[in-house]
């Protein structure tokens, strides 16, 4: 090898060293880049709530309508809420429950996500408690309510008389066994 080679292999490893600490940078800093941009693009799938907590005080002088929507997304389960709709005073701690039903003989995992009409409600919509915040695995024919506990902020703006809150189930990749398969065997 010539000396000119030699020096010309030595640059390429170099600057394949510093791109690769460079890389290691930038995915170091998109660690506290991501809830930020989270934030200023308006969703929150990071798990973390920073709006500031509820009130504990209920307002009995206005009722807001809340209506439920279920939907499954490539996914072989039923799913429905048990209400169609409830009324609740802004503040005041609500309950209710959804069904799904694994119709498959095998088990299936499956994430819901929420959306809520309109947009603006999200930002007074928490969540107490609620079966989106983990995966669902549901054995074959498995049938199953999980609740959702959830408060309206009382500072939901006067003009929005009813919320609509939407579950989407999506199935979590790789998580389905197919049946008479063992998961070991190659294909």
């Given at each position: 090898?010539?000396?000119?080679?030699?020096?010309?292999?030595?640059?390429?490893?170099?600057?394949?060293?510093?791109?690769?600490?460079?890389?290691?940078?930038?995915?170091?800093?998109?660690?506290?880049?991501?809830?930020?941009?989270?934030?200023?693009?308006?969703?929150?799938?990071?798990?973390?709530?920073?709006?500031?907590?509820?009130?504990?005080?209920?307002?009995?002088?206005?009722?807001?309508?809340?209506?439920?929507?279920?939907?499954?997304?490539?996914?072989?389960?039923?799913?429905?809420?048990?209400?169609?709709?409830?009324t609740v005073h802004p503040g005041a701690i609500t309950q209710v429950s959804f069904e799904v039903v694994n119709t498959l003989p095998t088990p299936?995992?499956?994430?819901?996500?929420?959306?809520?009409?309109?947009?603006?409600?999200?930002?007074?919509?928490?969540?107490?408690?609620?079966?989106?915040?983990?995966?669902?695995?549901?054995?074959?024919?498995?049938?199953?309510?999980?609740?959702?506990?959830?408060?309206?902020?009382?500072?939901?703006?006067?003009?929005?008389?009813?919320?609509?809150?939407?579950?989407?189930?999506?199935?979590?990749?790789?998580?389905?066994?197919?049946?008479?398969?063992?998961?070991?065997?190659?294909?």
């Amino acid at each position: 090898m010539s000396a000119a080679t030699g020096a010309k292999n030595w640059r390429t490893l170099l600057r394949l060293a510093a791109f690769s600490v460079l890389m290691f940078g930038f995915g170091y800093a998109l660690i506290p880049l991501y809830p930020v941009m989270c934030k200023t693009l308006g969703i929150n799938q990071t798990g973390v709530d920073d709006r500031p907590a509820v009130s504990a005080q209920v307002d009995e002088t206005r009722s807001v309508v809340v209506e439920f929507d279920s939907n499954v997304h490539g996914m072989p389960w039923k799913f429905r809420p048990l209400v169609s709709h409830v009324t609740v005073h802004p503040g005041a701690i609500t309950q209710v429950s959804f069904e799904v039903v694994n119709t498959l003989p095998t088990p299936v995992t499956g994430q819901a996500i929420p959306s809520y009409g309109p947009p603006l409600a999200a930002e007074y919509f928490r969540k107490l408690e609620c079966f989106c915040f983990n995966k669902q695995t549901l054995k074959p024919g498995e049938r199953r309510e999980m609740p959702v506990v959830f408060v309206i902020d009382p500072a939901l703006p006067k003009d929005i008389s009813t919320v609509t809150l939407s579950y989407t189930f999506f199935e979590v990749e790789g998580n389905r066994r197919t049946a008479g398969r063992n998961p070991g065997a190659s294909a």
